[in-house]
């Protein structure tokens, strides 16, 4: 079974997010804990983009210790430069140069024509290379750009040293087929491409971050970039722990193994939110609070008679303590049992029966009902239910 890369952007992309910065010290917490999570490289920021950011970059690199540690740059020698002075005393340091190549960033971004840009890039590349063992290149936009043309980027920048070759669906904009496709398309059209790493690196605009990352899985890349919780700009990146869950959940589909530790998931996703102050939605697959929850009564029957029936992931799984049975409206009588068994109440059918009646009457006006709810219901005197 080959191994795909995990590479963590939650400090540069996923930071991007509108509202969110974080300081030095949030960043080596975070650093820290992807380190324990497992994944391979982590792009600490853009050191060019601030001395605070510059700095950052350097004191994760200083912490981490198994992992590459990555700064972002422009394709311009300043910012190689800005990247190299924080990174120098990294154990494994890389860099991610970006130039935009798609027609709309060409004619309006950066008003440049195809060769000024195809000169661009080589020119980076080789710079980068004079410090770096490893240098990513990211055709900014590459979702949007001509075929024909990218591929001739691929071809200069490989030619110029690149290591890895990221394809950014900047702006979220193809679909899981096209997505794959461009990959089959690089590997038949560049001479060179066995002798770069291809990664993914897909943004949410469509919702479908998640799917492009896998697709371009199955098209056989070798890193796939992300964020925890999916966070990033705009609508985010893909999900780092959807797109590993999925490959862990669906291994004989996939294929693929990781070296992220999933029962570190939940720890991650929360520091990440903490930090970042970026509430995880209830119904987020994977670490939503709602993510191993059960309200209906069917389905509580279900899960007391095995866990499976409406389980894929064991919540300790991912680092969570245990599946939740939430009793509400839609709540069975098998469930509210239970809970008052756990609770320490073995009581007669006749009296759960008439208990139960109760319940679902109190259920109708609570979204919800606390444990403190049932041992209130419990104690009731008999008399009064
Ligand atoms: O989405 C994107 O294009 C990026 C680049 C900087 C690689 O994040
Ligand atoms: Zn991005």
Redesign the pocket.
Same mark, same amino acid.
């Given at each position: 079974m080959r191994t795909v890369q995990i590479f963590d952007t939650t400090l540069r $992309?996923g930071e991007q997010s509108p509202g969110v910065n974080l300081s030095t010290e949030e960043k080596v917490e975070i650093a820290l804990q992807l380190e324990r999570l497992g994944v391979n490289v982590i792009e600490a920021g853009f050191a060019a983009s601030s001395p605070g950011d510059q700095s950052a970059v350097r004191e994760v690199a200083r912490v981490v210790t198994d992992a590459s540690v990555a700064s972002?740059s422009r394709a311009v020698p300043q910012d190689i430069d800005a990247a190299w002075e924080a990174l120098k005393e990294a154990k494994q340091p890389a860099i =991610?140069i970006?130039l935009a190549t798609s027609p709309i960033h060409r004619e309006y971004k950066l008003r440049k024509t195809k060769e000024q840009v195809l000169e661009q890039a080589a020119e980076a590349v080789r710079y980068a290379k004079r410090f770096f063992p490893v240098v990513e290149f990211?055709p900014? $936009?590459a979702g949007r750009t001509e075929i024909d043309f990218l591929c001739e980027v691929a071809d200069v920048v490989i030619r110029a040293g690149a290591d890895v070759l990221?394809i950014?669906d900047?702006v979220g904009y193809l679909t899981p087929d096209e997505y794959a496709n461009i990959f089959v398309q690089l590997r038949e059209r560049v001479p060179g491409i066995d002798r770069v790493k291809l990664s993914a =690196?897909c =943004?949410d605009d469509l919702g479908l971050a998640v799917a492009n990352s896998l697709a371009a899985i199955r098209a056989g890349v070798d890193q796939v970039e992300g964020a925890i919780n999916g966070i990033g700009e705009r609508a985010g990146n893909a999900a780092l722990e959807e797109v590993v869950m999925a490959l862990y959940t669906r291994q004989s589909y996939y294929q693929v193994a990781t070296t992220i530790r999933p029962a570190e998931i939940a720890r991650t996703s929360r520091l990440v939110s903490k930090l970042t102050g970026m509430p995880v939605p209830a119904n987020k697959a994977i670490v939503g609070a709602n993510a191993f929850a059960h309200e209906s009564g069917i389905h509580q029957d279900g899960m007391l008679k095995h866990q499976e029936t409406y389980e894929i992931i064991r919540p300790e799984t991912v680092g969570f303590s245990q599946t939740k049975l939430v009793l509400g409206k839609h709540s069975g009588r098998h469930a509210f049992r239970e809970r008052l068994e756990t609770l320490g109440y073995t009581l007669s059918e006749e009296r759960i029966n008439a208990l139960f009646a109760r319940f679902k009457e109190l259920a109708d006006r609570k979204k919800s009902l606390t444990d403190e709810d049932l041992i209130a219901l419990a104690e009731e005197k008999h008399g009064e239910v």
């Open positions: $992309d972002l =991610h970006f990211s900014e $936009d990221n950014p900047t =690196h =943004h």
